[in-house]
């Protein structure tokens, strides 16, 4: 290493003490100031939530033309649709309810095509639709499993590239990735799942550094973890130590982290400051932690699939 590398690699160590202070001196100051004093105006936006005809896609739509953003809502569900876009329009919100199968390459392509035309570029995207089986591996058909690859992660590339370049033009946007805490840990009963949610994060986390590493300061990127939500998804699980988390507070949560620019949030946070047992605990006793406290696995047996949740 010659001289001037050496203070190279010096000043950037002493860069980084420096940034080291003043975030984490800003991330204590954050925690005393409540969110709505920090919050960005979203009343010039456009957001497109994908899986808005219900759950907490619906939720997020209508949270966001609450605070007077333009909404976009995509789904397969064409009736819930329909009703989601009403509830906003009766409360005096705008909206636009689109069909669209994500799973459709060349129809998320001319879906996109037809929201610019008649509605503009969408600033705010919140790839939310998701999909699950449930079943152990041997047990869930060939199609299934491809169906939860292209609804929770490969629809993502067709949907963030058909509205990243309008955003990069004009350094601004926000993209919202809603992953799953079983994308941080996986469990019993979603082989196809956790990977698919496991992709999102790592697509997420990707397209983070390249917008950083490529100056677009003005697009902001947010992924968020939650825990199970009571919204029908994971239907018959009850889990043992924690109950599930209310629709409400999770899309309540979600527009908050948009409006503040978080970058990651885990619902419940608590879950953050357990992962990393993951890392640091021999994962044999993980293991124990895992069957004989949390239980995960007994849990996750109760959840019915998709033919069940039908009758
Ligand atoms: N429910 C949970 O416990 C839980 C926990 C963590 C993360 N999540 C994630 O949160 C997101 C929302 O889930 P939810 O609980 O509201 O579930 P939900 O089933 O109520 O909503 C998912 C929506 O996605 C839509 N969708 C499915 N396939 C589609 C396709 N091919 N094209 C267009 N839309 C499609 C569905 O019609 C539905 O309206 C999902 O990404 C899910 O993986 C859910």
Same mark, same amino acid.
């Given at each position: 290493?010659?001289?001037?590398?050496?203070?190279?690699?010096?000043?950037?160590?002493?860069?980084?003490?420096?940034?080291?202070?003043?975030?984490?001196?800003?991330?204590?100051?954050?925690? #005393?100031?409540?969110?709505?004093?920090?919050?960005?105006?979203?009343?010039?936006?456009?957001?497109?939530? *994908?899986?808005?005809?219900?759950?907490?896609?619906?939720?997020?739509?209508?949270?966001?033309?609450?605070?007077? &953003?333009?909404?976009?809502?995509?789904?397969?569900?064409?009736?819930?649709?329909?009703?989601?876009?009403?509830?906003?329009?009766?409360?005096?919100?705008? &909206?636009?309810?689109?069909?669209?199968? /994500?799973?459709?390459?060349?129809?998320?392509?001319?879906?996109?095509?037809?929201?610019?035309?008649?509605?503009? !570029?969408?600033?705010?995207?919140? !790839? !939310?639709?998701?999909?699950?089986?449930?079943?152990?591996?041997?047990?869930?058909?060939?199609?299934?499993?491809?169906?939860? #690859?292209?609804?929770?992660?490969?629809?993502?590339?067709?949907?963030?590239?058909?509205?990243?370049?309008?955003?990069?033009?004009?350094?601004?946007?926000?993209?919202?990735?809603?992953?799953?805490?079983?994308?941080?840990?996986?469990?019993? !009963?979603?082989?196809?799942?956790?990977?698919?949610?496991?992709?999102?994060?790592?697509?997420?986390?990707?397209?983070? *550094?390249?917008?950083?590493?490529? @100056?677009?300061?003005?697009?902001?990127?947010?992924?968020?973890?939650?825990?199970?939500?009571?919204? @029908?998804?994971?239907?018959?699980?009850?889990?043992?130590?924690?109950?599930?988390?209310?629709?409400?507070?999770?899309?309540?949560?979600?527009?908050?982290?948009?409006?503040?620019?978080? /970058?990651?949030?885990?619902?419940?946070?608590?879950?953050?400051?357990?992962?990393?047992?993951?890392?640091?605990?021999?994962?044999?006793?993980?293991?124990?932690?895992?069957?004989?406290?949390?239980?995960?696995?007994?849990?996750?047996?109760?959840?019915?699939?998709?033919?069940?949740?039908?009758?």
């Amino acid at each position: 290493m010659d001289l001037a590398e050496f203070f190279a690699i010096l000043y950037d160590f002493a860069l980084f003490m420096v940034m080291a202070i003043v975030y984490l001196v800003e991330s204590l100051i954050l925690m #005393f100031i409540p969110r709505r004093y920090r919050s960005k105006d979203l009343r010039e936006e456009i957001a497109l939530v *994908t899986g808005a005809a219900g759950g907490i896609g619906r939720l997020i739509a209508i949270k966001l033309a609450n605070r007077g &953003c333009q909404v976009i809502v995509w789904d397969i569900n064409k009736i819930g649709l329909e009703e989601t876009a009403k509830i906003i329009q009766d409360a005096g919100g705008k &909206c636009w309810a689109y069909h669209c199968d /994500i799973t459709d390459k060349d129809e998320v392509y001319k879906t996109a095509k037809l929201v610019k035309l008649e509605v503009g !570029n969408v600033t705010i995207l919140v !790839n !939310n639709a998701g999909y699950v089986y449930g079943r152990t591996l041997l047990d869930i058909p060939d199609d299934e499993i491809e169906r939860t #690859f292209k609804v929770n992660i490969i629809s993502h590339y067709w949907i963030t590239k058909s509205f990243l370049q309008e955003m990069m033009r004009e350094n601004h946007g926000h993209i919202v990735t809603i992953a799953s805490v079983a994308g941080l840990l996986g469990t019993y !009963n979603c082989t196809d799942y956790s990977a698919t949610k496991f992709a999102s994060i790592g697509y997420h986390e990707s397209l983070f *550094t390249e917008l950083k590493a490529h @100056g677009y300061d003005g697009i902001n990127t947010t992924l968020i973890c939650p825990y199970f939500i009571d919204t @029908g998804m994971f239907n018959g699980v009850k889990p043992r130590l924690k109950s599930m988390l209310q629709p409400e507070y999770v899309a309540s949560e979600v527009v908050a982290a948009i409006a503040t620019n978080e /970058i990651f949030v885990v619902l419940p946070g608590i879950i953050k400051y357990l992962l990393p047992l993951k890392f640091l605990l021999p994962p044999k006793l993980c293991w124990i932690l895992m069957y004989h406290i949390l239980q995960g696995p007994q849990t996750m047996m109760m959840l019915k699939n998709r033919e069940e949740k039908i009758k």
